[in-house]
Antibody, heavy 124, light 110 residues
């Protein structure tokens, strides 16, 4: 059975830091594309970051330079280090497995497994 | 402001059919397959449809997806009260080089 379990959320002041973890069972993190997706209160989904199986990382413009995605292959765990946090980073953060399939010039991208989410609140 | 546009809400009676639209542009829906997610209250999103019209294992055939040009549609037949949820569309945007989502549609089963 596939399980993704996030942890590490909480209340932090603006400018502070937090590290989120996502422990995965049922598949190998290092063999897959893994993402963080967030959802601010009462709003929709926003893609945050992805780490490819070859280790390349990408970020949305809203978090670039402040957040770092990484993984620990020995623990089969995904991380998101969040620095210089802003009030607008307040959201539930989900880890998810990202599937990418190329069909000629088109790219199919979707998320097939999701964690339960962890709430990050940035407030003074 | 979401890149993909969905109606904020739709409603229908139990047993009826409902459709949810997702409008985009040539850089996203017009050229890349769409996925749909169901988010029941207080839970994580769940993949419902991928690559426009494919259903993951365990998703009933009451749920279907289609697209035409720069728009996609999620269809739900035989509505049940348990279908009350927020529904999101998503796809790759070739211009932004990012995954983009719609703002979500709240389905109410009256």
């Amino acid at each position: 059975e596939v399980q993704l379990v996030e942890s590490g959320g909480g209340l932090v002041q603006p400018g502070g830091s937090l590290r989120l973890s996502c422990a995965v069972s049922g598949f190998t993190v290092s063999s897959n594309y893994m993402s963080w997706v967030r959802q601010a209160p009462g709003t929709g989904l926003e893609w945050v970051s992805v780490i490819y199986s070859d280790g390349r990382t990408y970020y949305s413009d809203s978090v670039k330079g402040r957040f770092t995605i990484s993984r620990d292959d020995s623990k089969n765990t995904l991380y998101l280090q969040m620095n210089s946090l802003r009030t607008e980073d307040t959201a539930v953060y989900y880890c998810a497995r990202r599937i990418t399939v190329f069909h000629g010039a088109t790219r199919s991208v979707y998320f097939d497994y999701w964690g339960q989410g962890t709430l990050v609140t940035v407030s003074s | 402001q979401s890149v993909l546009t969905q109606p904020p809400s739709v409603s229908a009676a139990p047993g009826q059919k409902v459709t949810i639209s997702c409008s985009g542009s040539s850089s996203n829906i017009g050229n890349n397959p769409v996925s749909w997610y169901q988010q029941l209250p207080g839970t994580a999103p769940k993949l419902l449809i991928y690559e426009n019209n494919k259903r993951p294992s365990g998703i009933p055939d009451r749920f279907s997806g289609s697209n035409s040009g720069t728009s996609a549609t999620l269809g739900i037949t035989g509505l049940q009260t348990g279908d009350e949820a927020d529904y999101y569309c998503g796809t790759w945007d070739s211009s932004l080089s990012d995954v983009v989502f719609g703002g979500g549609t709240k389905l109410t089963v009256l």
